[in-house]
């Protein structure tokens, strides 16, 4: 009895080394949703990528009202579970898995509203340039997609 519990403690401690310091690092960064950025896109998310490691969170912030944030499903990561904001609140992305993430503000995707997320190595690089996005989303997503960082 005495040996099981010294196993589990030193288990417990191990597990603990290496967890705590990774939660410890983790970082939070915002991105707003804007009816304009300061490049004067309009309904535009400010920045639009963002580079993340993984256990960072990502809050996107309803600086300007009628916004959501929401996964762009046909190309969301398997296993991921996907965002779904409400409009004018805040909503926060945690970064469990390497790999891009796009997301959109819903009725303004049309219109260019995308966010691109990288979380460490982008494992997905090949399929979201695959993607067809429409409107104005296209034109934005592939200026983000330049900056990935390999």
Known sequence: MKLSRQILFASSITLAAIVVPHLATAAEH???????????????????????????????????????????LEVWPEGVPPVEGAFSKEVVFTAEKEGLYVLKCAPHYGMGMVV???????????????????????????????????
Do not use: C, W
């Open 30 to 72: 915002i991105v707003e949703m804007r009816n304009r950025d300061d490049a004067k896109n309009s309904m535009a998310f400010q920045p639009g990528f963002v580079k993340v490691e993984v256990g960072d969170t990502v809050k996107f912030v309803p600086t300007d009202k009628s916004h959501n944030t929401e996964s762009v």
């Open 116 to 150: 691109l997320v990288q979380v460490g190595k982008p494992v997905n690089l090949d399929k979201i340039k695959e993607y067809k996005a429409t409107g104005l989303a296209k034109k934005r997503l592939d200026g983000e997609i330049a900056k990935v960082v390999q």
